[in-house]
């Protein structure tokens, strides 16, 4: 395989110029073009990196021999036909989160990249973020025991969207999250949610997925919030983990349970009740080291973390809970209970 | 009326002798006698308090006629029986929270009490709280605007109870806290949980509850919990406040939205948009507020904040929330929806 | 030795109802009579105490000979008088802190309790308490190594004194503490300070003390502060540790080094360099161990952590401090520096 | 004037590359080149800008003549002869900070400037920094009163230096912050320190300076620290300020006193007395703020608040602080005080 391998990015909105700038700085890969339709983002993009190409027209990339792989940043109702495209071209493919909008047009881009034979990517970055793999690799050595359940606050500060509502904009980060920490797909989901600021678009809901397990998750996901959170625990019959993103310092903590060796008395007083540790968490981005294993998988034959399949098990779990949010917060059965 | 007012206590169990403690130290009012079933307790309690009369029989106190009031500070399924039994006797009556275990019984107790001609108050103590009455002033002057909705996380540390779950347990609080800060009572009720420690007794529960002005609450109510939580978010259309009651500093902060002056990008990278403010919250303790309103509504013959139909409210919602959570979490219609 | 020790405390200011208080709650002893000139402060105590007796002559203390021993928590000047008076009449004296005002009358009162063979305990608090002593266990083991210096912040809302300045009002905490966790006495002294408030106290001020290991302690102790700040700083070779007293929940913290591991880039982005540990401090109220230590003291004749001769250290360090203060913070030497 | 300034920076070290990309995203300018004696930092440089041109001879700069202004950011030893030789070729200078590691060497610069007539600024970043001129603003509106002291926390994670001490490090950054609020140059100077990782570089200072105004400024600046800190203090006689720069959402606020209104007792429980605020402080990065400050005062022929004249007076007391430091800390009057 030649030294180094050529990417091109479609789509210079808010993310792509994150991306651009992380596949410049990752070794192993070069950025040679960027796609996308406004020539204004073109141009400002071009001042920061002005040895990359730039074109109005996706296909210039998909149709250059030289491009090995193309990362599609754009709105989520383009990603089943950009992706079908460029994986007929022969490109590798990475999707920017959540792979698509609807089940159906997630398989059918799955199903596109296994007869190209090409790596397909889903850009869920949290599963790279250095406190996020802290965290999986504390489960999986059995620290925290059994995990009972998980519960999220993501909000956010009026980031508003207006074409789909807070469930799609940040449940992909807890959904990827919680599934991979679990490494089990929800047998149902329950969402509740209301609509202030737009009349049609949810901006604050509350999400929970039941897992084989016996497992919970919950999450409380909004764009009406005083400050931004982003904190997720663990809850484990041995131990419990926090990871707070928003801590420049502790972004992981472990807590021993320690109950047992209380009274109730000092337990009513007191705000924790074991030893508390902190692991050291690398402060490498996230982005670039979601970079870097897309281009080792491509490289290396190996299928990624967040592989179509994540993505595709990600908008199975979205689409459900968006059935249950208009069906006031009823139940969603995603499949058959797994007997236990 | 006579100078002090004669108080005496039933239950000499976790709370009882915090009650004993506050009345001792208000001013209007004496603690003369205690009654528990468990003479080890009442002995303890002498200790602390010598110049109060114990008794192992609560029929003492009713019968005594210099005693004015009782507070009832016993398991929930005995409140009904003995708040009749003194309201009959002729006493003012405090009601530990929650007022009763069924909306019967609680139905039973306000309306005894409206025979008696008696006070009735219930120990919702967070009602007098002065972090919770400083958001309610804030809330009653218009600052927040209209609410939208209010998220709860009040989790604790492995206190568990044996003969209730967790949303009867912890959920009485935020309850009467958010019907308090709203002034309206829940349209309708969801509650999905879990059980992980003992069989049939859910250790985790969320709890969301609709209102006719359109708000929602929602609750993330646990005994399993790494650090014990009390934080409450209101947010409204204008201003958003945070009521932390494990901050020893700032137990309450009303958060600017701000968010018409930021770009996006500023909102992406900031972790708050406007200004924030912490007013000055006293550090009374609310029990002291809480006995003292008691004494005050007896003498001035005014009905208390926590009355026994504001009681009655939050058993109508837990008992509601409690039919969701064995329902799969279901709506549950308290009422028929108020037509806005 | 008969049952119960009996107590009698002198001086019902502030200090003095706390130290009632946790006498009365202390198994092995009780507290009998209480003297102050003020006669309403003795009625409010009598009020929340009514088995305690009480007078304006503590002198009836002193003559009565079932009291075994006599607490002193009057102003400092009438610490020596009181202490030697209290020894002769054969009681053993709890002093509560600062031993006295100068050197020599701290080492009077030492040289009385000697000749009168009596317990002499004075009142430092903070080395009873959980977290300092978890602290000094961590030190002992040898966890951080060679301890290299103690940063302080214990600065206060304005609670300013009117015959003595911020250094002996707040010194006393931070040199007991220190020197029980460094087992040593300073070689020297330097204190910077102001007065803004009153025109010839300090109300701020900055001490330095020199060790003969090498190590130095820093404080800054102020009346004029936006939050109260109680959080010392150690800085061991091999590890860290924070103690932070207004944490609820994580008052120690030890911090691993881990800079080895990291590359310059990394540190220049981190909070922190390696893990953290927060051990489980027990939440008793450090006055209640204070004050069964001193009962235990007395009843085996040990001799108290925080005896006459620790007292008379921190008053040693205090008054060289002092004297650095007036000078412009020039170096006072307390004695010969000990070669190393 | 030409549209765009040019401009050169000569050094690539750690903050050289900051300051190219600043100055390659500010508006109103362009870097055209690099030069530094290591041709693997200009590799390395190059591969992320590659229209900048790179050189291992500073003179190139220097000699072009389509070159405006050049950025000194090199070994503190050096900023005089590439200062002066700049000057002299016509450039507009900007060095990094400290101006100069003596007071003869900066007054030999300022002095250099004002022959040339060129703009001359020094980096002192902080006080372009939108937190500290949120700080500024707020004190010179009065809202703190007059301003009795500020007591600052710069701690670092074991970024230990090997020519000069911490001193000089993190000094520069407390003094230029100190003198821009206060507005105002010290009389005299104190500094304690220790060397413990190194035999004859202090990594742990505690330095005081002493103005005319009254007030005093403390720092505790440290290389030996569990975790960075980034905390000043601000004490007024009507207000207080707090910023903490690694605070994520709440950089500065402001803590009105409050005192008059709370009992002693309040007090001693309250960890705060009165109301705080939190005003908005804007996300840009400060250095881009600083370049921009220099862009327009060379094309204004503005004083830059970071003038020659402030950097010599960061050098003076900083000079001073050292010379304390070698003696024991006494006192170093750095010029007669001023009668107030």
């Given at each position: 395989m030649k030294q180094e391998l050529k990417l091109g990015v479609i789509g210079a909105g808010y993310w792509g110029p994150n991306l651009v700038r992380n596949i410049n700085e990752a070794p192993g890969a070069d950025i040679v073009a960027v796609a996308d339709l406004d020539q204004e983002r073109l141009n400002a993009l071009h001042k920061r990196f002005p040895a990359v190409r730039t074109t109005t027209d996706h296909r210039e990339l998909l149709n250059d021999?030289?491009?090995?792989a193309v990362c599609i940043v754009t709105p989520i109702s383009t990603h089943r036909p950009l992706a079908e495209e460029a994986l007929a071209a022969g490109k590798h493919v990475f999707v920017e989160k959540?792979?698509?909008?609807t089940v159906a047009d997630a398989e059918a881009i799955v199903a596109a990249a296994k007869r190209a034979g090409k790596t397909l990517m889903v850009g869920h970055t949290f599963v790279y973020n250095p406190a996020v793999t802290t965290v999986r690799a504390i489960i999986e050595k059995g620290e925290l025991g059994k995990i009972q359940y998980v519960d999220s606050q993501r909000v956010n500060?009026?980031?508003?969207?207006?074409?789909?509502n807070v469930l799609w904009d940040l449940g992909p980060h807890d959904v990827s999250i919680v599934l991979y920490w679990l490494q089990e797909e929800p047998d149902w989901v329950q969402c509740i949610g209301a609509c202030y600021v737009?009349?049609?678009?949810?901006?604050v809901v509350f999400l929970t997925m039941g897992f084989p397990s016996g497992a919970l998750a919950h999450a409380h996901l909004s764009w009406l919030a005083p400050s931004k959170l982003r904190t997720m625990t663990v809850i484990g019959d041995k131990k419990m983990a926090v990871y707070d993103?928003?801590?420049?310092?502790?972004?992981v903590k472990i807590y021993d349970?320690?109950?047992?060796?209380?009274?109730a008395d000092e337990l009513r007083r007191s705000y924790r009740s074991g030893d508390i540790r902190s692991p050291r968490v690398a402060v490498t981005e996230a982005l670039q080291l979601e970079v870097r294993h897309f281009i080792d998988c491509i490289r290396g034959g190996n299928t990624p973390r967040s592989d179509g399949e994540a993505g595709l098990r990600v908008v199975r779990a979205l689409e459900g809970a968006n059935r249950s949010l208009k069906a006031n917060g009823a139940r969603v059965q995603l499949r058959e209970p797994v007997a236990r």
């Open positions: 021999p030289a491009i090995d959540p792979l698509a909008g500060l009026g980031l508003h969207q207006f074409d789909f737009q009349s049609d678009i949810e901006d993103d928003s801590s420049a310092a502790e972004k349970h320690g109950v047992d060796e209380l009274s």
